[in-house]
């Protein structure tokens, strides 16, 4: 998506069937329910080993509040003293909706999760992914739909979205006074 040197880039899948590329690589997947979008961000949070930056909207609890996923997350930050997690919500609250159990995961560890509500100046809708350490990808162009892509090796691509994500972190709500929100 271009825009003016003013407005914020949203990143694009430029390797797509529209581009000449093709979807049915060895680590790309085509998603369209909802079962696939969790199996393959746990998937990808599961190859995590560094780090897993998550850009939701509001912690949707069908993928991030599952049993399976906030064990990989536990398993990722309590194994390796330097590893994190750095979530961005688009409606934080709509996170603080049914108990939300990533949520108490990450009042339990402080250290490990960063939690941010996204700037006003970035549109809601600006999709939904989840990122392992710098190669691996589950992404959403809506954020109301469950059609997406999953790629487990796709460094150039993650690194659009890893820059993305780490332009919006950089001017959101700190976690603090996130925290004080959601407590």
């Known amino acids: 998506m271009a825009g003016s040197a003013d407005e914020p880039r949203k990143p694009v899948m430029d390797n797509g ?5 093709d979807l049915s690589t060895g680590t790309r ?3 369209s329910t909802m079962p ?3 199996d393959a961000s746990l998937k990808v949070a599961k190859s995590a080993q560094r780090l897993l930056s998550i850009f939701t909207p509001d912690l949707e609890p069908l993928i991030y509040g599952e049993e399976p996923f906030l064990e990989a997350i536990k398993r990722l930050v309590l194994a390796r003293s330097y590893a994190k997690v750095r979530v961005l919500l688009a409606d934080p609250s709509r996170a603080m909706v049914d108990n939300n159990r990533f ?16 700037s006003p100046e970035y549109p809601a809708s600006a999709g939904a992914f989840i990122i392992a350490d710098d190669k691996a990808l589950v992404y959403r162009l809506q954020i109301d739909r469950w059609d997406g892509i999953s790629d487990m090796n796709d460094p150039a691509v993650v690194r659009r979205y890893l820059n993305f994500f780490d332009e919006v ?10 925290r004080q929100m959601l407590m």
């Open 17 to 21: 069937p529209a581009a000449g590329g």
């Open 103 to 118: 949520l108490a995961l990450a009042r339990r560890l402080t250290s490990c999760i960063d939690l941010r509500a996204m």
């Open 29 to 31: 997947t085509i998603l």
């Open 36 to 38: 696939e979008v969790r």
């Open 169 to 178: 972190w950089n001017t959101s709500m700190q976690e603090s006074q996130l």
